[in-house]
């Protein structure tokens, strides 16, 4: 395995100051992967600073990162010359690889502590999708609830219905015998319920102040609906 002659960005630094140099390069094998060439307003200096801001990008992108690399410095050619000419060159890593394999943490270079592995990041993509699904089945179930609360309109003979629940069969029969047996008298209609039909009336008024109305659309209903009419009594018989 070839050792690098310089490890940590320090090293590096402290190395690239004590060379001259008007262009600088970064291998990894012949791969180029960086490279910076100084022009009339700047110097060493500012090409040591991009360096710098490249190496301080590799190691956020993965702060344990020892790949061997290489650096290429040139120089400007001479006055007939087109091309950069290589000067010094050495190898380097951003931080020390028999440190990383030993579980060492304190590597060159101060690993990232914000750095999430690809597995925490999946877990964590995995958790948000999981509240996110969770979330919307509360507000489905909050919004079946609130769909259940829901009253649904309440139209005449529901208003008779909820009304008069309890002395509404004595009046639907004296209604009927009324209705269909006009030729009879109370006293031979012989239904027991000891009050006649005003006096229900009257306390009825006291729950439902339409009760009228609502009596006479019930008689227009049997006039015009007698089936209707017979199941809406039956039904409310049944209650």
């Not at 992967?33 to 200096?45: L, V, W």
């Not at 309440?154 to 008069?164: E, L, P, R, S, T």
Request: charged share 25%; with cysteine.
């Amino acid at each position: 395995m070839k050792l690098a002659e310089f490890i940590g960005i320090d090293a590096i630094n402290e190395n690239l100051e004590n060379l001259n140099f008007d262009a600088i390069g970064v291998y990894c094998g012949k791969l180029e992967k960086f490279k910076k060439i100084a022009t009339e307003d700047s110097e060493e200096a500012d090409l040591i600073q991009s360096f710098n801001q490249w190496a301080e990008r590799m190691l956020q992108s993965n702060p344990i990162n020892s790949t061997l690399y290489s650096i290429q410095l040139y120089e400007f050619p001479k006055a007939d010359g087109k091309n950069l000419r290589g000067t010094t060159s050495f190898t380097f890593m951003l931080t020390d690889r028999t440190k990383v394999n030993s579980g060492n943490t304190n590597v060159s270079g101060a690993i990232n502590a914000n750095y999430i592995s690809q597995k925490e990041l999946n877990l964590a993509l995995e958790n948000q999708r999981l509240a996110f699904e969770n979330s919307l089945l509360q507000k489905q179930i909050e919004d079946d609830n609130e769909y259940e609360e829901e009253e649904e309109p309440i139209g005449a003979i529901g208003q008779i219905q909820n009304a008069v629940m309890e002395k509404l069969p004595q009046l639907i029969d004296m209604l009927i015998a009324g209705f269909l047996t006009p030729q009879k008298t109370q006293s031979n209609m012989n239904l027991g319920i000891g009050s006649n039909i005003d006096d229900i009336i009257v306390e009825f008024k006291t729950i439902n102040p339409n009760i009228e109305n609502d009596l006479a659309k019930l008689l227009q209903i049997a006039k015009e609906k007698p089936t209707l009419f017979k199941m809406l009594i039956e039904n409310l018989r049944s209650m």
